[in-house]
């Protein structure tokens, strides 16, 4: 079995990018993702924060709540969101119709220097099942994506 070389963040960007509706309000987190998705698809509906690790998923919940009708998605980082987990468990209960989140998984702290994860072996589909999410689901490549 040969593995293929996974997409690149961008690669992944491109294809949300052209998937989603004109008015979606995507929230990215930290300098690199935020600077990308501004490359790919800026607009005034984005929310980029910087030096605000982990803190994207919840900021997304909010607004997914704040605007039900508005299609929000949350671009967050695999270390990010091992800083904040428990947000995911309040995505869950709240069960917003309108949010999707897009967990990169690299497998390090990317914007703080590269820094590998503790864990390099945990199971993210499994652990968002466990806490309650409808469908969660591992994409490898621009076509399952």
Known sequence: MVNLPRPSREQYYRVL????????LVVTALGNASYLWA?????AENFYLEDAMGLALPVALGLAVAQPTREIVVVEG???????????VTVAATAPD??????INNGMHGASGGQALASQDLEFVGLARAMGLKFSARIETEEGF
Do not use: E, I, K, W
């Open 39 to 43: 490359v790919v698809r800026d607009a």
């Open 98 to 103: 309108n949010l999707t989140v897009l967990l």
């Open 17 to 24: 990018a052209g998937a989603l509706p004109p008015d979606s």
């Open 78 to 88: 695999d270390g990010g969101f091992l800083m904040h987990m428990g947000g995911l």
